[in-house]
């Protein structure tokens, strides 16, 4: 990417346009509010989404401009710094799809209960979308949403089956779960033999 034409795309550059004269510090708060990403992982986010070339995303290119790409951020960052972010960004989501999936598999939740946090993950979703100037259109959205209704759906009802074979399985002692010794005599193991 030369010079000029880099400047020119900053300048061109229209997301986070709702945000400007906000403070990081703000935007912050915000978002830990609501996600587990701070505000500079969120712009850097989206920056290497849109900046993406073959090679991967012009590191580069987002550190130097940084401040031109996004009101509240206020300096410049190395291509380092740029990808820990965009890591942490990774990782981060890695992991809360990863305990939300322990929380659906696991059958803490019941389907209307997914379907609620998903609602209300999705609105949340949304909004920065919003928020930061991408816009997908209706039947994209749709299309997104119901493919993930229909994992969660999958998801929801595996998890039952295996809770259901799980209790079964408990229940003749079969499976995991509390040790079903007769410990008569005290409730205690023999000491000499350890049984």
């Keep these: 990417m030369q010079d000029g034409e880099a400047a020119g795309d900053a300048q061109k550059?229209?997301?986070?346009?709702?945000?400007?004269?906000?403070?990081?510090?703000?935007?912050?708060?915000?978002?830990?509010?609501?996600?587990?990403?701070?505000?500079?992982?969120?712009?850097?986010?989206r920056l290497c989404a849109d900046f993406k070339t073959t090679g991967g995303s012009e590191m580069t290119f987002i550190g130097e401009h940084l401040p031109e790409l996004v009101p509240f951020m206020t300096g410049t960052y190395t291509p380092q710094a740029v990808n820990q972010a965009r890591s942490a960004f990774k990782r981060k989501v890695k992991k809360a799809g990863a305990t939300f999936f322990y929380g659906a598999m696991c059958g803490f939740f019941t389907a209307e209960e997914l379907d609620d946090i998903l609602f209300e993950a999705s609105e949340v979703a949304k909004f920065l979308l919003?928020?930061?100037?991408?816009?997908?259109?209706?039947?994209e959205e749709i299309s997104i949403e119901d493919r993930i209704t229909e994992v969660m759906r999958t998801v929801a009802e595996s998890?039952?089956?295996?809770?259901?074979?799980?209790?079964?399985?408990?229940?003749?002692g079969?499976?995991?779960?509390?040790?079903?010794?007769?410990?008569?005599?005290?409730?205690?193991?023999?000491?000499?033999t350890g049984e």
Excluded: C, H, M
């Design 159 to 172: 998890a039952a089956k295996v809770l259901r074979a799980r209790e079964a399985d408990q229940a003749e």
């Design 13 to 45: 550059y229209q997301k986070f346009k709702k945000v400007d004269g906000a403070t990081y510090e703000k935007v912050n708060a915000f978002l830990r509010k609501r996600t587990y990403v701070t505000a500079r992982e969120w712009a850097i986010a």
């Design 174 to 192: 079969t499976g995991p779960g509390p040790a079903r010794k007769d410990t008569a005599g005290g409730g205690r193991p023999d000491q000499t």
């Design 130 to 139: 919003e928020v930061e100037g991408t816009s997908l259109d209706i039947d």
